[in-house]
């Protein structure tokens, strides 16, 4: 479509593919070179989310439906499913739940010399947390 001397058009993408350009950028137009025989680019996006500069990449259900998305917003910032709840770093959790076992411990300890002195007895049993189990080791990041 010619528009003010300018060509304006639709914008397609790859199926599941939600993105927007900056204003500024170039948009690339195609046709082919045999008469008859169309080619598919990309499919329109009739449901866009993505803001300028932003990048949703989704998956439907046999029915339509949303099933799951990844969206790199343009603030820096990651959806991966929702924005409900936090993804952690997992070796910075372990290495804090490891100094807080060690320093309960030795409160414990301090808590066992201290009923030792006023002729009670008291045994610390060894302080352990584990979250080994929720590591994610499919999904890296910084």
Do not use: C
């Amino acid at each position: 479509m010619i528009q003010f001397g300018a060509k304006t058009a639709d914008e397609s993408a790859p199926f599941g593919d939600d993105s927007s350009p900056l204003s500024n950028m170039i948009a690339v137009y195609a046709d082919t070179g045999e008469i008859g025989e169309p080619v598919i680019i990309g499919y329109l996006n009739e449901m866009q989310l993505a803001k300028p500069g932003e990048k949703r990449l989704y998956s439907l259900k046999s029915d339509g439906s949303l099933s799951f998305y990844a969206w790199l917003h343009n603030d820096g910032t990651m959806e991966l499913g929702g924005k409900v709840d936090n993804l952690v770093r997992y070796i910075p959790l372990s290495t804090g739940l490891a100094k807080h076992n060690t320093e309960l411990s030795a409160e414990l300890a301090k808590i066992s010399l201290a009923i030792g002195s006023l002729g009670g007895s008291y045994t610390p049993g060894a302080v352990t947390m584990d979250v080994s189990g929720s590591k994610i080791n499919e999904i890296k990041t910084l």
